[in-house]
């Protein structure tokens, strides 16, 4: 059994439970209001028909971000299995290859990929040591954060082995972490903590190098059998980030340069942005898009290359549109809009 509930987000730290139950109860009553942390909570009423009913809403002069979905219903808790988020004409991928850092939308669109019938390939971070010797090591070394070049070349040649149809629905989708640490953290700027912003910013950069070896080793793979790599960027990334120690996380760019794709036009890469953190959530909505843009014609996989998909509601609307097709939002930074 489930219920309707409202998954909510983008409001102060300082706001109360008994504030947002008072606002949302002003539509109608709910069986609870939890906070999932300082800035976000789950909302779930009695009756569907007032999870629908509810609009723009704002709590303390800001405006909150609000996604229908459902939950299990808090007074019958039941464990149902994970419903399919295909539609009713849509086939699933064949072959999926997951690979990069084990977040909960990561593991749930690759669960959500193997209950549809798709072969899922799953090559996971592995977390290190640090060296006692130099404190501002990375906390991820080369070899275990990239799951090592040779485990990368052993899924992909198992991926071509099984890689077959006419033609093969295949995507990679590359994982990048949820929990970038940012310097914006250091309430009296990052200049007064020049150790602790250079080991960020070699955490950061590490999903730079896992990504590029991602686009260099499946490469060959994807144009093959023409399928697409997807960049899945969390919640708290952004392309071009005014944080001085995500300057050097360049995944963003890797996406806009296509990096895995040749000059014929085959093997394409797409960013898929999170704009939120609820993981169950995005599961279903990262699943979705890439069987989506799979479905898609090849004229449109090529005009949809280099680009970034937004799984939610933009935070900011763009407003300027340049001649080459770039988007800049009212800071003046790039991003990129849905198909």
Request: charged share 20%.
């Amino acid at each position: 059994m489930s219920c309707a509930a409202l998954f909510v987000s983008g409001f102060p730290a300082d706001v109360s439970v008994a504030a947002l139950t008072d606002l949302f109860e002003e539509v109608g009553p709910t069986v609870r209001v939890d906070l999932t942390d300082k800035s976000s909570a789950v909302v779930v009423y009695k009756d569907t028909k007032d999870c629908e009913r509810v609009g723009a809403l704002e709590i303390g002069g800001v405006s909150l971000q609000v996604i229908r979905g459902r939950v299990p219903h808090p007074l019958r808790p039941t464990i149902s299995p994970v419903r399919s988020t295909l539609g009713p004409n849509q086939k699933p991928l064949d072959v999926l290859i997951v690979r990069g850092r084990r977040t909960s939308a990561a593991i749930g669109a690759a669960y959500r990929a193997a209950v549809a019938g798709t072969q899922v390939f799953a090559l996971w971070d592995q977390k290190c040591a640090k060296s006692s010797n130099d404190l501002r090591l990375s906390r991820y070394d080369a070899h275990s954060s990239l799951a090592s070049e040779r485990e990368d070349l052993k899924v992909r040649d198992q991926a071509m082995e099984v890689s077959v149809g006419a033609p093969p629905k295949c995507a990679l989708l590359q994982v990048v972490s949820d929990k970038l640490p940012r310097a914006e953290e250091f309430k009296d700027g990052p200049v007064h903590h020049p150790a602790e912003v250079t080991a960020m910013m070699n955490d950061n950069h590490i999903e730079s190098i896992s990504a590029s070896v991602a686009s260099t080793v499946y490469a060959t793979w994807l144009q093959h059998v023409r399928g697409c790599a997807f960049a899945l960027l969390p919640h708290n990334t952004e392309s071009w980030s005014n944080d001085i120690a995500g300057a050097n996380m360049a995944v963003h760019r890797l996406v806009y340069g296509n990096a895995t794709c040749n000059i014929e036009g085959h093997g394409v890469m797409v960013g898929l942005q999170l704009v939120h953190k609820f993981g169950e959530v995005n599961a279903g909505l990262v699943h979705g898009a890439m069987v989506s843009f799979m479905d898609q014609g090849e004229e449109q996989k090529r005009y949809m290359a280099g680009r970034t998909i937004f799984l939610g509601p933009q935070l900011q609307k763009p407003v300027k549109y340049l001649a080459d097709g770039t988007v800049l939002d009212h800071k003046g930074d790039i991003v990129r809009l849905r198909a």
